[in-house]
């Protein structure tokens, strides 16, 4: 059984930048999917990105692009959110999901969440 602890949220200003994290234990990490939704108060949950197995060419939604990083270390069964240059729009809960196939982490159908980490965007 997979678990997914996500860290690293808080409180940021418009224009700033957080960095979250993900740690995975009880699977081959490698062998892994990931990615990243959020959760606003009172809206469905939405797909930030995801990552292959080899960590290239994370897929993001469009209104991230350009703003949010997703990363991952296989050595260290981590994965990684950067988001820069945000607004209060970002405002969010944001899970860490995870899952054998690709299609099932950016479809948010996957076997395994974490808790989730509160990113809030103010002045």
């Known amino acids: 059984q997979v678990q997914l602890v996500e860290s690293g949220g808080g409180l940021a200003q418009p224009g700033g930048s957080l960095g979250l994290s993900c740690v995975a234990s009880g699977g081959t990490f490698s062998r892994l999917a990931m990615g990243w939704f959020r959760q606003a108060p009172g809206k469905k949950r939405e797909f930030v990105g995801a990552v292959n197995l080899s960590g290239r060419n994370p897929t993001y939604v469009d209104s991230v692009k350009g703003r949010f990083t997703i990363s991952r270390d296989n050595a260290k069964n981590t994965m990684y959110l950067q988001l820069n240059n945000l607004k209060p729009e970002d405002t969010a809960t944001y899970y860490c999901?995870?899952?054998?196939?690709?299609?099932?982490?950016?479809?948010?159908?996957?076997?395994?969440w974490g808790q989730g980490t509160q990113v809030t965007v103010s002045s």
């Open positions: 999901t995870a899952a054998d196939k690709f299609f099932a982490v950016a479809a948010g159908t996957a076997n395994y």
